[in-house]
């Protein structure tokens, strides 16, 4: 499993940004997916996760109607939209995929992407 992220970049505070994490190595059809965010000198962040059949979500409270996770119909690619966006979701922005199932917890994911900066100025 290697995940790649996209979609990170500059915006200006209310902007929307879609992120994209997808499995170099494969698909991430067997994968639960959560995305995390982490800011340096603090610790990586839960923002949401998605199981393996897509219907089932969790967020983070700082974004739970402003941020969206999703898969496409191919399985292959997980998605993170992004609404709304305020200069406290600055940060670089992980996905991470399970062998297990989704969890809000850093620790229970086994692959990691190598993350892709979001800034929002204000």
């Known amino acids: 499993v290697l995940l790649v992220e996209s979609g990170g970049g500059l915006v200006q505070d209310g902007a929307s940004l879609t992120l994209s994490c997808r499995n170099s190595?494969?698909?991430?059809?067997?994968?639960?997916v959560g995305w995390f965010r982490q800011v340096s000198g603090k610790e990586r962040e839960f923002v949401a996760t998605i199981n393996r059949s897509g219907v089932l979500t969790e967020y983070a409270y700082s974004v739970k109607g402003r941020f969206t996770i999703s898969r496409d119909s191919t399985k292959k690619v997980v998605f993170l939209q992004m609404n709304s966006l305020k200069p406290e979701d600055t940060a670089v922005y992980y996905c991470?995929?399970?062998?297990?199932?989704?969890?809000?917890?850093?620790?229970?994911?086994?692959?990691w992407g190598q993350g892709t900066q979001v800034t929002v100025g204000s």
């Open positions: 991470a995929a399970a062998t297990d199932f989704a969890s809000r917890v850093a620790h229970d994911y086994q692959y």
């Open positions: 190595g494969g698909s991430l059809r067997s994968y639960p």
